[in-house]
């Protein structure tokens, strides 16, 4: 959480939602692969490529105590967070029609960014608190695998509108100098949607570039706590957060 000494998100969905979401993407790199295999059949082209991506990250959210808390808080229950990180994807798409107006295309980005520039702190002075024992917690998390489900559709003169489904990991990064049982929320993944616009254009013979900027927003997460300390009047907490990433990219890749 990027709150009180434990760092995560995570979206509660039910399963339907999580069955059909991973159908769509299926479905999705389906199609592509499809097309990939078949470009003597059908007008159009295939794209592979890397880019560079700029992003800004930035989250808040709100803990709320399950039980007392008796401990000296150096950071505030409900809090913000931010990072700048510089990170690197590829990617495959297929271009339809003689016009190459409509794209389907997959973007990975395997690297990490942490989710605030700074490990947050806090300091329990007493065991029985509503989730920890006493000890300093840290805060921190990363975003990682970070998996884009895009389409694309050009409006004129190369400039492009984008909307992706998008997926990816929060790994949480906590720390503590106490001893005995603390709580925690674990590792999770969570959904979001992208939306863009962009230019591209010719490099070359089969050689292509795009550039564009993007926001992405991800579902509220609301979630609960395990593990806490069972002295005193101790529960497990509580935790509603948002994680959104506005960014910049500059793509490069190859036709065929």
């Known amino acids: 959480m990027l709150l009180m000494g434990q760092v995560n998100f995570r979206k509660i969905t039910t399963n339907k939602e999580r069955y059909i979401m991973n159908n769509i993407k299926t479905m999705l790199v389906a199609l592509i692969a499809i097309f990939a295999l078949s470009t003597s059949s059908f007008a159009g ?3 592979v490529g890397i880019a560079g991506h700029q992003i800004g990250i930035s989250a808040d959210g709100t803990e709320t105590p399950g039980g007392t808390e008796t401990g000296t808080e150096n950071s505030v229950k409900s809090a913000t967070a931010g990072n700048q990180a510089f990170v690197g994807s590829y990617f495959l ?25 700074k490990t947050l702190t806090r300091v329990d002075g007493a065991s029985g608190d ?15 695998n970070h998996n884009s489900y895009y ?27 106490g001893t ?28 292509f570039y795009k550039i564009e900027g993007y926001t992405t927003d991800y579902d509220k997460i609301n ?12 529960t497990n907490s509580s935790l509603t957060a948002n994680l959104d990433v506005v960014g910049a990219a500059f793509r490069v890749g190859l036709k065929f």
């Open 223 to 234: 979630l609960t706590q395990s593990g806490a300390s069972t002295t005193g009047t101790s």
């Open 151 to 177: 389409a694309e559709f050009v409006v004129g003169k190369g400039i492009y509108l984008k909307a992706a489904m998008v997926q990816l990991d929060v790994k949480t990064q906590d720390t503590t100098t």
């Open 45 to 47: 082209s295939i794209g």
């Open 93 to 117: 798409e297929y271009n339809f029609g003689d016009s190459e107006r409509f794209t389907l295309g997959v973007d990975v980005i395997p690297g990490s960014a942490k989710i605030n520039n």
């Open 130 to 144: 509503s989730n920890d024992t006493a000890g300093t917690k840290g805060a921190q998390a990363t975003i990682e």
């Open 180 to 207: 005995g049982t603390f709580g925690a929320y674990g590792d999770t993944s969570i959904d979001g949607t992208t939306y863009a616009i962009g230019q591209k254009g010719l490099i070359g013979s089969n050689g």
